[in-house]
């Protein structure tokens, strides 16, 4: 089992940037696919951002394309979101998630999960404000 936990959110102004920091314990993250998802207030959790357990593959919903960023370290066991150029509908709780991939592969080195329900760990989640 792996537990996840969020750090780096906060307030913001519209166009500043700030990094989200995924954190693993428990164990080795090298081989866990890892997702970036957000809920704001009266809405459905949405699908930000996918990377695989190689870090070869990205995906970035539209909405981020261009402003968001993901990458990996697995050596500090941790996932990052770079988000740039924010904007007030980024205010949002961010999570990540993590599922772990049974067979490493070459396929499956560029395969992201871009479905909630695909993932196993949850991180608690935490706020991102970005006022206009």
């Known amino acids: 089992q792996v537990q996840l936990r969020e750090s780096g959110g906060g307030y913001a102004q519209a166009g500043d940037s700030l990094r989200l920091s995924c954190a693993a314990s428990?164990?080795?993250?090298?081989?866990?696919?890892v997702g970036w998802f957000r809920q704001a207030p009266g809405e459905e959790r949405e699908f930000v951002a996918a990377i695989s357990w190689s870090g070869d593959s990205v995906e970035y919903a539209d909405s981020v394309k261009e402003r968001f960023f993901s990458f990996r370290d697995d050596a500090k066991n941790s996932v990052y979101l770079q988000m740039n150029s924010l904007k007030s509908e980024d205010t949002a709780a961010y999570y990540c998630?993590?599922?772990?991939?049974?067979?490493?592969?070459?396929?499956?080195?560029?395969?992201?999960?871009?479905?909630?329900?695909?993932?196993?760990?949850w991180g608690q989640g935490i706020q991102v404000t970005v006022s206009s």
């Open positions: 998630a993590a599922v772990r991939v049974a067979t490493l592969t070459s396929y499956s080195r560029t395969y992201v999960y871009t479905k909630a329900s695909e993932y196993l760990y």
């Open positions: 428990g164990r080795t993250f090298s081989s866990y696919a």
